[in-house]
């Protein structure tokens, strides 16, 4: 996953999505392919809450599906 630098001024929930976002869009994540929180939250180093939040915007935005831990949708 590539990881770029937190911005000034900027949430801990916004960076993890901006982060996972832009992972989804470039192909860093797969489509179809397994999303752990808890390692996201590791890598880019915040708590898994504003990660979790991050996916749970995501999944409204259909960008990712929830189920159990989330998967980058086909």
């Not at 960076?15 to 808890?38: K, Q, V």
């Amino acid at each position: 996953m590539k990881i770029e630098e937190k911005k000034s001024g900027e949430t801990a929930r916004e960076y993890a999505y901006h982060t996972i976002r832009d992972n989804i869009i470039s192909l860093e994540l797969e489509p179809g392919a397994p999303f752990n929180d808890i390692e996201v939250s590791q890598q880019i180093g915040i708590s898994r809450t504003p990660v979790r939040e991050a996916v749970i915007q995501l999944s409204e935005e259909s960008r990712i599906s929830p189920e159990g831990s989330a998967h980058c949708p086909d």
